[in-house]
């Protein structure tokens, strides 16, 4: 069940399996851009030379920048807007070079009421393999009264 853009669902809308993806292909001007946001100028994302001696052989993308295709998702489409980041696990598992399409999904796994906590299972994928896996847990707000 896909959550709908920019619509906030509630803690009480909320069920254990439901899914929102997207899907995005990483560009120069990205990487360029978020090294300019982020001030992470690490010659691996921007310097082709460089990266050709490293074990990518060449540029690849801010492992961050794929998280945040995460909290794209989590802000507007599942729960959506008002939803809060309580915590984020990470783990890298593969680059994400320039003109990759990175397929992000979360899916809810736990429902914590007494916290109105939800818990995502976290994946982005490149061409089928994982390059960013991990769990994050939301505040979720209450339907008002």
Known sequence: MLATAGRTKYFEDLE???EASMS??????DIVAYAALSGDYNPVHLDSDYAAETIFKER????????GYISA???????GPG???????????????????VESLVRLIELIPEKRRAKFECICTVAGK???TGEAVLMVPARPK
Do not use: C, W
Not at 60 to 67: D, F, P, R, Y
Not at 73 to 79: A, C, I, N, R, T
């Open 16 to 18: 254990v399996g439901q």
């Open 24 to 29: 995005r292909v990483v560009s120069e001007a």
């Open 60 to 67: 690849i993308a801010h492992g961050i920048l794929s998280a």
């Open 73 to 79: 998702l989590f802000g507007m489409k599942l729960p």
């Open 83 to 101: 939803a809060i980041y309580i915590s984020q696990t990470l783990n890298f598992k593969g680059p994400v070079k320039i003109d990759d399409r």
């Open 130 to 132: 994982p390059v960013l």
